[in-house]
């Protein structure tokens, strides 16, 4: 079976602290990808990633960056977290771009910024 | 631009009755993928069901079918014999072929009534 981890279920952070989130995927998928799922909203795409130190951003970037050092292993930061932040986050991985198989999902982070 | 457009935020079924959930898209693509994802309560979303555009006939998965009318642009899902189990959140996604794009809709919100 295919497993997506995420480091934490829940995280309490500040106004203004640099957050990381981790995702871990192993099995070998070429794109990976961050989401944020706000009630009423659904998911939105923050970033994607279809290979190793490649990204691409989704429809709402502004106020995040991701890194992707390893192929398993895709990291959102929030350089400076804000109230407006606070949410759920998801990531995803999926097999290599052009062939759209489902995505598999991490159990999600919910992030409160105070 | 693609949209996903799930019109019903909240839906209920009796248990061992049958519940149909809506969903509509937007693209001018003519190959593409459309599935439904479940998220239940505090737990990870999982793939229900899988559609590919070029295929005709409607996938189904046990007690999952889809109705998928092309031209309509219109991708419902019919769960039969509801159980308790499947109470959970229910969201529509659309994929075009290149694997790197995944559009979700709101999500609609399913109880289960014993």
């Known amino acids: 079976d295919v497993k997506v981890t995420q480091s934490s279920r829940y995280l309490v952070k500040r106004t203004g602290e640099k957050v990381f989130l981790e995702c871990v995927q192993d099995?070998?998928?070429?794109?990976m990808f961050w989401y944020r799922q706000d009630p009423g909203l659904g998911l939105r795409l923050i970033y994607f990633?279809?290979?190793?130190?490649?990204?691409e951003k989704g429809d709402i970037p502004e106020g995040y960056s991701v890194s992707r050092e390893k192929k398993e292993r895709f990291s959102l930061i929030l350089e400076s977290a804000s109230t407006n932040q606070t949410s759920m986050y998801l990531c995803a991985s999926s097999l290599i771009i052009g062939r759209a198989y489902e995505q598999y999902f991490g159990p999600g982070t919910r992030l409160t910024v105070t | 631009a693609q949209t996903v457009t799930q019109s019903q935020p909240e839906m209920s079924v009796q248990e061992a009755e049958t519940v149909t959930l809506s969903c509509t898209y937007d693209?001018?693509?003519?190959?593409?993928?459309l599935f439904w994802y479940k998220q239940p309560p505090s737990r990870q979303m999982i793939l229900v069901i899988r559609?590919?555009?070029?295929?005709?006939q409607n996938a189904t998965e046990n007690r999952f079918s889809v109705n998928f009318q092309k031209a309509a642009k219109s991708f419902s899902l019919k769960i039969s014999d509801s159980q308790l189990g499947d109470a959970a959140m229910y969201f529509c996604?659309?994929?075009?072929?290149?694997?790197?794009?995944?559009?979700f809709g709101t999500g609609t919100s399913l109880t289960v009534i014993p």
């Open positions: 996604a659309y994929s075009p072929n290149t694997g790197n794009q995944f559009y």
């Open positions: 099995m070998d998928h070429e794109n």
């Open positions: 990633s279809y290979d190793v130190k490649m990204k």
């Open positions: 559609q590919e555009a070029y295929k005709q």
């Open positions: 693209t001018s693509e003519s190959d593409y993928y």
